[in-house]
Every structure is written in structure tokens, then in C-alpha cells.
């Protein structure tokens, strides 16, 4: 039974205040799908693109793969395809398409460098990008750290730790 689900009739009610991963053993006895950690984390990117990025990049007709690819461009000024794609955790296709609709509205801009057959790509934002980009990050903010302030600071801190250990194990 997922952690968060009720419990059927007669069966008492799990317990919320412990974690299946306390006395986690090597092999993982006792996980189940629900309790993993990538179960846990798509379950939670899924319902935060919903419910706090999706409304405010459509709010300035975005869509959630157009805001990720301008804000990441805004970030680096300009970037080669390949990076982006690694950068946006998307796949190359839809980063792509993407971009194609960034650069026929003006907010971003593809060059090709280089005199190879397999010239290589890079994407930059143009001033109406960048300024675009400036109207929406507040309200990017305001949403990223409603959710983050609904953990107490010890919270916050544990979990962005643990976060950047398991992000550099991977790298």
C-alpha cells in the first residue's frame, strides 16, 4: 500500500512519521516501488510542474519545456545544443521543436559554427528572450520558494544536501 494511501477497512493506519529508508539494508528488503526514491521524485516533479511552474509560464504563453530552455539560455547567454539537451533533462527531439518555437517568436536565436558536416548548434537568447525572461523569474521564485518554505529550515537544509550528495554520486 502506498504510504499516503487510507488504509483498508480493519487495517490500521501506516505510519507517516517513520521512513522505510532508516534502517535501509544494502539490498533493499523491504522497498517497495512506491518508497523508491526515483518512484518518489518523478511523483513530486510531476505534481510541481502542474501546480507551480505550468501557471505562471502560461500565464506568459509558455509552455513548461519553452520556460525551462529560456531560462536556462538566460542563465548562460548562450549555450551549444548538445548542452542544452543535457541541461534541460529532456530529450534532443524536444529540445529541438523547442527551440524552433523560441526562435520563430524572437526569443531565442540558432547559429551554426564551424565548416563541418556536423556543424555544431548553438542557442542564445536574444533582448526580447532575456526581458521575457526577466518578467517571468519572480513569479518563478515566488512559487519555488512557497513550496521550499513548507519544510522547516532543518527541513530545507537536510534536503538540499541530500540532494547535491546524490546529484554529485551520479555525475
Known sequence: ???????????PAPDLTTSPWTDL?????????????TTMLSQLVTALRSTV?????????????????????AHAKELPFSELVTQSTSDKALVS???????????VRLTSAGNTPRKKLICAITEAGAALHDQV??????GQAEVIRMLSPQEREAVYQGLRKLLRAQG
Open 137 to 142: 523569474m519572480p513569479l518563478a521564485r515566488k
Open 97 to 107: 521543436r523547442t527551440l524552433r518555437l523560441l526562435e520563430d517568436r524572437g526569443l
Open 1 to 11: 500500500m502506498p504510504r499516503d494511501a487510507a488504509p483498508a477497512q480493519g487495517q
Open 53 to 73: 511552474t505550468k501557471p505562471y509560464a502560461e500565464q506568459f504563453g509558455l509552455t513548461v519545456p519553452e520556460w525551462r530552455i529560456l531560462a536556462l539560455l
Open 25 to 37: 539494508d544494502e539490498a533493499g528488503n523491504g522497498l517497495t516501488v512506491d518508497n523508491f526514491l
